[in-house]
């Protein structure tokens, strides 16, 4: 079998399995899930690689799914990754009514793209033609929220980190992996499938603590330590802050108050905050980090509060594998022709796929097919081909290219990319980026 025959003939498998590829992804939108919390997407999505002959692990990482061939070979492995986890949007009319949770990022889309490849290769035996391996990974907990039920779980010995590829990197999930791919959804221009190449922040996810003095709001303010004054000032230092950044660096910053005090009539003694600092390189997210910690501790000091602010690993900038963009270009372009293409995009948003791109060469593209903005009411899908076949058909064409004669692309690839981290860096980057700082009241 030729190269090309065996891509014509997991494009067939795909268009017979595209209801079962639709089917996963309805079935994930109906149950959204938040992060660690994805048992129903789990176990649905274990059964399905299970039930199509796949060695499967479930809640590798809390919840998650991993599953592979029986038969291991010699040579590279490659990872085709879904995400699992859901958002909160009350507002879309679809979120499930006890919990807010909706999928308005289309991680439902990856993870039926993900089984899809999968189930096609099984049904045309197509793995006996490749060199190297294939693991499929449902990955948890890629959006960073829920920070306090986060907490809890790492306190009772369930997981170290709060991202979900953070948790399976120190479990060492990823070993023995060479390259990782996995799609994104994305509302596109008119006329534009695919977009490749993307580039995007990495950030630091922040908890603070405002502790002051109660007092009667109305009869004794003046024996009072207001701590919603202490997190107003730290927000507006921090806004002070905002000219000094670099246009390049793509710093944002957006904090919240979670808990603005107890009472109206009690002065505030004790007032929450959360924040995410981001930046387009390791060395900008952390000088702009020293500088929010700054205003913070500032805004604490001017009213006689107490602070603590615990810092977390959130994720590394998004780096990009030219090589592998450009065998999806070629790939992707038989589908939707050069102009359905678009070719680098400056986000300021993050993903914790980033981090494994610190790590080993990585595929992330962006495909079509819904409308709306992620992570808003008005995100849906518009056009199933798009959204779910099309990546499928491009992701499973990839893979045969990267595996093809003993694997010899995928072998080139590995060979020439020099990751920014190993693993023993990188788990360091985790470990000295957590960190708590205190500042006592009255303390100046």
């Known amino acids: 079998m030729t190269k090309q025959e065996l891509k014509q003939k997991v494009i067939q498998a795909i268009d017979s399995l595209a209801d079962q590829i639709i089917k996963t992804g309805d079935f994930l939108y109906a149950h959204p899930e938040l992060g660690y919390k994805e048992y129903a997407g789990t176990a649905y999505t274990a059964q399905l690689l299970e039930n199509a002959g796949f060695v499967v692990e479930q809640n590798i990482a809390v919840t998650g799914v991993r599953a592979k061939i ?139 603590k405002f502790t002051g003095q109660e007092s009667h709001a109305g009869s004794a303010p003046e024996e009072g330590i207001n701590a919603l004054n202490a997190a107003m000032l730290a927000i507006n230092n921090i806004h002070a802050q905002r000219e000094t950044f670099s246009d390049q660096d793509r710093v944002r910053v957006h904090p919240i108050i979670t808990k603005g005090g107890d009472m109206v009539n009690v002065v505030p003694a004790d007032v929450r905050m959360e924040c995410y600092v981001r930046a387009r390189t390791i060395e900008s997210l952390t000088q702009a980090n020293l500088k929010v910690d700054r205003a913070i501790r500032a805004g604490a000091m001017a009213v006689g509060a107490g602070v603590e602010i615990e810092d977390m690993p959130g994720y590394l900038p998004l780096l990009n594998a030219p090589a592998l963009d450009k065998l999806f270009q070629e790939n992707v372009r038989f589908f939707c022709g050069e102009e359905g293409i678009s070719q680098g995009y400056d986000f300021t948003g993050s ?92 303390e100046t």
């Open 70 to 208: 029986r038969e291991k070979k010699q040579g590279p492995t490659l990872a085709v990754l879904g995400e699992l986890d859901a958002i909160i949007c009350r507002e879309h009319p679809d979120c499930a009514a006890d919990t807010g949770a909706i999928h308005a990022c289309g991680h439902h889309i990856q993870v039926a793209v993900m089984t899809g490849v999968a189930l096609a290769f099984q049904k045309i035996s197509g793995f006996q033609y490749l060199g190297g391996n294939l693991v499929f990974m449902a990955v948890p907990a890629e959006e960073f929220v829920e920070m306090e039920f986060r907490t809890d779980l790492k306190k009772k010995g369930l997981l170290t980190y709060f991202g979900g590829k953070q948790e399976m990197v120190a479990k060492g999930l990823f070993d023995d992996i060479d390259i990782s791919l996995m799609v994104h959804a994305l509302n596109l221009p008119d006329g534009k499938k695919v977009l490749t190449a993307p580039s995007g922040n990495g950030f630091i996810g922040k908890k603070i």
């Open 351 to 442: 993903f914790d796929f980033g981090d494994i791109s610190h790590l080993m060469p990585c595929l992330h593209p962006f495909t079509g097919g819904v409308q709306g903005s992620l992570h808003s009411k008005n995100f849906a899908i518009t056009d199933n081909d798009t959204a779910y076949i099309l990546p499928t058909k491009a992701v499973a064409m990839t893979i045969i290219d990267l595996l093809w004669e003993d694997a010899k692309q995928a072998q080139d690839i590995i060979s020439n990319f020099k990751p920014a981290m190993d693993k023993p860096q990188y788990l360091n980057w985790l470990k000295k980026t957590e960190k708590n700082t205190f500042l006592d009241l009255g």
